[in-house]
């Protein structure tokens, strides 16, 4: 089975600060990862993918992430943080890419500090 | 071009009753799943359709069920409502090999 663990539930970063949130995954097949956000009383917006076309992936508003299979991590960065990017970010993956059936991590919620 | 869509995007329904919930996918998009999140659980697979077909199903009671129409649009149903459904219900829909587009999601509190 397929799983993913989010290392650490809440996040606080100054605004211009590198954001760091960490994903482990775990799966007997070569994953397909991905990185949702949300933000309050909406649903999910992807920000990146993970398919094994290249090992760093960058997404919407500034985000990447770099896949280490010797780590089998998939952490999410960002350069600079913004007030925007408060909100709480999820880690998923799947067996196979267009396959709906996704499993989440838990969340992290990110809190950025004027 | 619009994205997917769920109503109602809150219900308030009272323990014992069932209950409906449709989404409508983004035009051309055959496939649509459901999640249920809450708290205590997070986000957690339900069921995935596609053209009609029921193709993958989480680890959720009969009480859950689903379908899907010749248009895509999907319903799922709730039967005989516990406290513990009280969630957001997120629907996504794809094409095949796209990404997965996700919607508001429907808050559902059961009193």
């Known amino acids: 089975a397929q799983s993913v663990t989010q290392l650490g539930s809440h996040v606080s970063v100054s605004e211009g600060a590198l954001v760091l949130l960490r994903c482990n995954y775990s799966?007997?097949?070569?994953?397909?990862l991905f990185w949702y956000v949300q933000y309050p009383n909406q649903g999910l917006q992807l920000l990146l993918k993970y398919t094994s076309a290249a090992t760093l992936v960058k997404g919407i508003n500034g985000f990447e992430a770099e896949f280490k299979k010797s780590e089998t991590s998939f952490h999410l960065t960002k350069p600079s943080a913004h007030m925007s990017d408060a909100a709480e970010y999820f880690c998923?993956?799947?067996?196979?890419?267009?396959?709906?059936?996704?499993?989440f991590g838990t969340g992290t919620r990110l809190t950025i500090i004027p | 071009k619009a994205g997917v869509t769920q109503t109602p995007r809150y219900l308030i329904k009272t323990r014992g009753q069932q209950v409906t919930l449709s989404c409508s996918p983004i035009s051309g998009h055959r496939s649509v799943s459901w999640y249920q999140q809450t708290p205590g659980q997070g986000l957690q697979f339900l069921f995935e359709y596609f053209s009609e077909t029921q193709r993958n199903k989480g680890n959720f009671p009969g009480r859950f069920s689903g379908r899907q129409f010749s248009n895509s649009r999907s319903e799922m149903n709730v039967s005989t409502l516990e406290l513990g459904d009280s969630a957001l219900y997120l629907c996504a829909s794809s094409f095949p090999d796209a990404d997965v587009t996700f919607g508001s999601g429907t808050r559902l509190t059961v009193v």
């Open positions: 799966s007997s097949v070569p994953p397909y």
């Open positions: 998923a993956v799947s067996e196979d890419f267009g396959n709906e059936k996704l499993t």
